[in-house]
Nanobody
């Protein structure tokens, strides 16, 4: 059974930075694409960033491109999201997710709240 545990969220002022971490267990971490998603109040969950199993390829939502960086440490079974130049509209619950062999994100963490004040 896959377990994903996010940490690193919290309150921050606009322009500040946070680094989220997601520790994985229960599946061979290095074999799967990982992703970060977020859900703002009253809205659906949306894609933020993904990183392939090797870490060589990443993708980002336009809204975070140039500000957020996704990375992973396969030796530590952990994926990270470095968030810089944060804006109030980045306020959301952030979830990490692990894909399966079909490329579908089928395992999710419990989420960590990020609140950006202006």
């Amino acid at each position: 059974q896959v377990q994903l545990v996010e940490s690193g969220g919290g309150p921050v002022q606009a322009g500040g930075s946070l680094r989220l971490s997601c520790a994985a267990s229960g599946r061979t971490f290095s074999a799967y694409t990982m992703g970060w998603f977020r859900q703002a109040p009253g809205k659906g969950r949306v894609f933020v960033a993904t990183i392939t199993s090797s870490g060589y390829s990443t993708s980002y939502a336009d809204s975070v491109k140039g500000r957020f960086i996704i990375s992973r440490d396969n030796a530590k079974n952990t994926v990270y999201l470095q968030m810089n130049s944060l804006k109030p509209e980045d306020t959301a619950v952030y979830y990490c997710a692990m894909s399966n062999y079909q490329g579908t994100f089928d395992s999710w963490g419990q989420g960590t709240q990020v609140t950006v004040s202006s």
